[in-house]
């Protein structure tokens, strides 16, 4: 891993530790591929960090970086989006000390590669990565560090997962994935999916654990399920693939 101040063996935070003084969480929405970007920060430090930024959406998140008076200091995936472009290296560009974070196994480029067990450090407060292959073999799920909450990108969606027949997705590594990496924690621990397409926010670790009608099936029938769902591909995968093995779009629109 490049950056070793992103890990941090052993250590384990409270949400609300130190003053009390709870994280700073903002969910933000791309409707074009109905994305969410979530923005994370501690008020103490006003350190924070940005997970999953689209690039069109790129400028309002720095804008209200600013607004909150928060200093970015990663803008991290989780994973190598085929329906948008991400909007990371524009960020590097908008908030100098701004760096890009994806998986190694993503075999793109970006400032830091993190691995499973890697600890993303911002304040007072850590995520977790937990590698969630599947959809992607890159995918992570970063996991707040009292278990509180889980941004679960494409692996687990609220009621669904990621579609597993592109970018080498496999639907028995998704499977075990989820059961494995995310069904395990808490089942109080908030799900945050990288989409929604129903308008739905926010899901739990037992509400998916006992309503996802996909990840209730058996290991046999979810692979069945995810062969035969004959999905169109993603109206931009022919674009933003490549151009986000490279970190997206490196400078702001002249």
């Known amino acids: 891993m490049a ?12 949400q609300r530790s130190g003053s009390g003084v709870p994280i700073l969480l903002r969910q933000m929405f791309e409707p074009k ?33 600013k607004e909150l008076g928060l200093r970015l200091l990663y803008a991290v995936n989780t994973h190598c989006h085929a329906d948008h472009i991400t909007g990371s290296g524009l960020l590097r560009s908008l908030l100098p000390g701004c760096q890009s974070v994806i998986s190694r196994l993503s075999g793109a480029q970006a400032d830091l590669h993190i691995e499973d067990g890697d600890s993303i450090h911002f304040g007072r407060f850590a995520l977790e990565t937990r590698a969630s292959p599947g959809h992607t073999p890159g995918c992570v799920t970063f996991v707040l560090n009292d278990h509180s909450m889980a941004f679960t990108g494409d692996a687990l969606l609220i009621r669904g997962c990621g579609r597993t027949d592109f970018q080498q997705g496999c639907a028995k590594t998704l499977y075990h994935s989820v059961h494995e990496k995310i069904f395990t924690l808490p089942g ?33 029938e979810f692979v069945k399920v995810m062969d035969n769902l004959n999905l169109p591909k993603p109206q931009q995968i022919d674009f933003a693939v490549p151009a986000n093995m490279r970190c997206g779009i490196q400078t702001p629109p002249s």
């Open 3 to 14: 950056g070793a101040t992103l890990r941090v063996a052993g250590r384990r935070l409270s």
């Open 188 to 220: 109080d621990c908030l799900i945050y999916p990288a989409h929604d397409y129903r308008g739905l926010t926010v899901s739990t670790v037992e509400e998916e654990r006992t309503l996802n009608p996909r990840l209730t099936l058996s290991c046999e």
């Open 33 to 65: 591929s109905c994305t969410y970007t979530y923005l994370l920060g501690d008020r103490e430090s006003h350190e924070a960090i940005l997970i999953d930024p689209v690039l069109e959406t790129a400028p309002r998140d720095a804008q209200l970086v």
